[in-house]
């Protein structure tokens, strides 16, 4: 088992920025790929971004590819989303995930509300 615990949301103009953090514990985190999401009111689920467990490899959804970076800090057991130049389309709840062939794991989200 891991738990995840993300924390950073907020309330922000368009054009500002967040950090979002996802703190892991249980299993060994490390060893997991990370993931974020986010599902915005009436829509599915999107997935946003995503790092592998040595942080070799990342991954981007088009619609913030320039604009978010995703990160990851074994040693801390914490995984990050940086999101720069927000806009008011990027309101959404934000989900760390913790994925393993397998294995998903799931934090319980944290909201994120840009305001034009």
């Known amino acids: 088992q891991i738990q995840l615990v993300e924390s950073g949301g907020g309330l922000v103009q368009a054009g500002g920025s967040l950090r979002l953090s996802c703190a892991a514990s249980?299993?060994?985190?490390?060893?997991?790929?990370m993931g974020w999401f986010r599902q915005a009111p009436g829509k599915e689920r999107e997935h946003v971004a995503a790092?592998?467990?040595?942080?070799?490899?990342?991954y981007y959804a088009a619609s913030v590819k320039g604009r978010f970076t995703i990160s990851r800090d074994n040693a801390k057991n914490t995984g990050y989303l940086q999101m720069n130049n927000l806009k008011p389309e990027d309101t959404a709840v934000y989900y760390c995930?913790?994925?393993?062939?397998?294995?998903?794991?799931w934090g319980q989200g944290t909201q994120v509300t840009v305001s034009s």
């Open positions: 249980g299993r060994t985190f490390s060893s997991y790929a």
């Open positions: 995930n913790a994925h393993q062939q397998g294995s998903d794991y």
């Open positions: 790092i592998s467990w040595s942080s070799g490899s990342t």
